[in-house]
C-alpha cells in the first residue's frame, strides 16, 4: 500500500513539503529524502527528495536485508552516523553521499498501525548530529 494511503493526509507531497521546511529549521540538513517500503518488492522507493537532481523521486534501492533493517525497520529504532565510516553496508551510494557535501545521517522509522513503511533519511556534513540535533531529527516522525 503506497505511504500517501497510509497518512493522516489527503495530500502527502504538502506533508512531506511542511516536514522538510521543519527540518531545515531544525536539524538541518544539506539532503532529505524519504523512502517508501516495498518490502513483497524488495524495494524502497524514494517519495520525496529535497535534492531532486541527485536523488530524483523515481529512485529505487534494493532492501538489503542487514543489522541495519533488523535495527531500522523490524525494531524501528532510529540509527545515526556521524561519520562515513559508521554507516556499513547499507549506503551503496557512499560515494554520492560525499560527493554532495555529507558525512552523517540520521535514519528515522515512519510507522503506522505497528508497522514500519517509511524512512525519513537527514544527511548533512560529518559530525553534524549532536544529541540535540539527533532528537530532533527523530521528532520528525511525528509530522506524518
Not at 536523488?55 to 524501528?76: H, L
Request: hydrophobic share 40%; proline share 7%; with cysteine.
Amino acid at each position: 500500500m503506497p505511504i500517501s494511503d497510509q497518512l493522516d493526509t489527503q495530500y502527502p507531497q504538502s506533508a512531506y513539503e511542511k516536514l522538510a521546511r521543519s527540518a531545515r529549521r531544525s536539524p538541518g540538513f544539506i539532503l532529505l529524502t524519504i523512502m517508501e517500503l516495498d518490502l513483497s518488492a524488495g524495494l524502497a522507493r524514494r517519495s520525496y527528495s529535497s535534492d531532486q537532481d541527485t536523488y530524483p523521486t523515481t529512485g529505487t534501492k534494493p532492501i538489503i536485508i542487514n543489522q541495519w533493517f533488523q535495527d531500522v525497520i523490524e525494531a524501528q529504532k532510529p540509527f545515526v552516523a556521524n561519520h562515513p565510516d559508521q554507516m556499513g553496508d547499507q549506503f551503496p551510494d557512499l560515494d554520492v553521499i560525499q560527493r554532495i557535501g555529507c558525512g552523517s545521517i540520521v535514519n528515522v522509522p515512519i510507522v503506522k498501525n505497528g508497522k514500519t513503511i517509511a524512512v525519513i533519511n537527514i544527511l548533512h556534513k560529518e559530525g553534524y548530529f549532536t544529541p540535540s540535533r539527533y532528537a530532533a531529527a527523530c521528532a520528525l516522525a511525528s509530522l506524518l
